[in-house]
């Protein structure tokens, strides 16, 4: 059985007037109800809580304050989940809501959980609705952040797809709001830093997201081995040609090395908690080679951590070039830094690992 994850925007579901556009609910509803009785595992990625709050505290244009913000999601959350649990029910179909915060994804055991909760509820046949919980959330409610969250959902559950819906066809070689002779990408292999220029800004008045959020999210996802579609929200019928091979929008193929579920934890939902600076030849073993850093490539300490914590590995010019989880404290690396791993016993009395972060703890970012 193929299992999906659908993010749909705020751009996507918004009413300016109404708060949210019921129609294009249904009309997602209905689509992604023939998907899932064709055997698909359906998981939904959903924004519009703020832009369905709006309209009930009589806000014309997204707040920049916080406290409005979170005031607008707890508001439009019921009015977004009820628009999706009544127009699923004529579908014969049971959704379920989930929401969740970065921390919940960056604990190792909720993250474990929320991976179980959302397999159990696949198996029942439920489709789950996931939403940032942006009344608690403060430094989350901010750009691209459902995008990237799709991204860690599809490698939470191992999909094979990730399909983001976008008020615009594709990622195009300039914005086709403001030029229309833009030309559409139909397929990328490899995102590189002229992609990400072309993706360029953000979005919208309502939405939280941009093309280059959803460039990030493909980056993200394709680590994982997932294909993602980039298409149009607004053209019924496009997750069904998707789903049957068909071109549309943008084609984000996979990488063919990619990152188990755990390594994608590391890379990208799990906090670090500092960063260890380490010289050019341990970055030169660690992304050339594939090597563990060993004290002797380390040159100096940023925060505080503990063992088992994720860390960063920045280079000499404070680029970060790897994550991965210490075996050592910031305080045992203060003292052993720049020395030969035959030394360490010698200086602090014990030897855990001769390595800092083994190989098999680190993701080359």
């Known amino acids: 059985m193929k299992r999906i994850v659908i993010k749909i925007g705020s751009n996507i579901l918004a009413d ?5 556009d019921k129609e294009r609910i249904a009309s997602l509803s209905k689509d992604i109800s ?21 309209k009930k505290l009589g806000l014309k244009e997204k707040p920049s304050d916080i406290k409005l913000k979170q005031a607008a999601a707890a508001a439009g959350q019921s009015s977004l989940m009820w ?29 474990i959980n929320s991976k179980n909760t959302l397999l159990a509820l696949l198996a029942h046949n439920v489709i789950p609705i996931i939403n940032e919980n942006d009344t608690v959330s403060t430094d989350e409610i901010k750009f691209g952040d459902n995008d990237n969250l ?3 959902v599809s490698g939470l559950i191992e999909a094979e797809m990730l399909i983001i819906l976008s008020d615009v066809d594709g990622l195009y070689t300039e914005d086709p709001r403001q030029n229309p002779d833009a030309k ?35 980056k993200r996802a394709v680590k ?38 755990r390594k994608g934890w590391i890379a ?37 951590f503990d063992i088992g914590d994720t860390v960063s590995c920045v280079d000499l010019k404070g680029n970060r070039i790897a994550k991965g989880l210490t075996n ?35 993701v080359v970012l």
């Open 34 to 54: 023939d998907i899932h009785n064709k055997g698909y595992e359906v998981v939904i990625v959903s924004s519009g809580a703020i832009a369905a709050g709006m």
């Open 224 to 261: 994982y081995g997932i294909t993602v579609n980039i298409i149009s929200g607004k053209k019924s019928g496009l997750l069904q040609s998707v789903l049957r091979g068909e071109r549309c929008g943008t084609l984000f193929l996979p990488l063919q090395k990619k990152l188990t579920s």
């Open 16 to 20: 300016r007037i109404e708060g949210l």
């Open 184 to 218: 559409l990408i139909k397929t990328v292999d490899k995102i590189t830093p002229e992609l990400e220029k072309i993706a360029g800004g953000a979005g919208s008045i309502v939405g939280t997201g941009g093309m280059y959020s959803k460039l990030l999210a493909a």
């Open 83 to 111: 628009a999706y649990e009544r127009s699923f029910a004529h579908h014969g179909k049971n959704v379920a809501q989930i929401l969740l915060t970065r921390d919940d994804l960056s604990d190792r055991k909720r993250y």
């Open 328 to 362: 050592y404290s910031s305080a045992e690396i203060e003292k052993i830094k720049g020395k030969k791993t035959s030394e360490i016993e010698g200086i602090i009395g014990y030897k855990y690992s001769d390595e800092v972060i083994h190989r098999d703890n680190m």
């Open 150 to 152: 799709a991204a860690l």
């Open 268 to 304: 990208y939902a799990s906090k670090s908690k500092g960063n260890i600076i380490i010289d050019d030849g341990a970055v030169g073993a660690i992304i050339e080679k594939g090597k563990s850093l060993l004290p002797s490539g380390i040159v100096g300490i940023e925060g505080v």
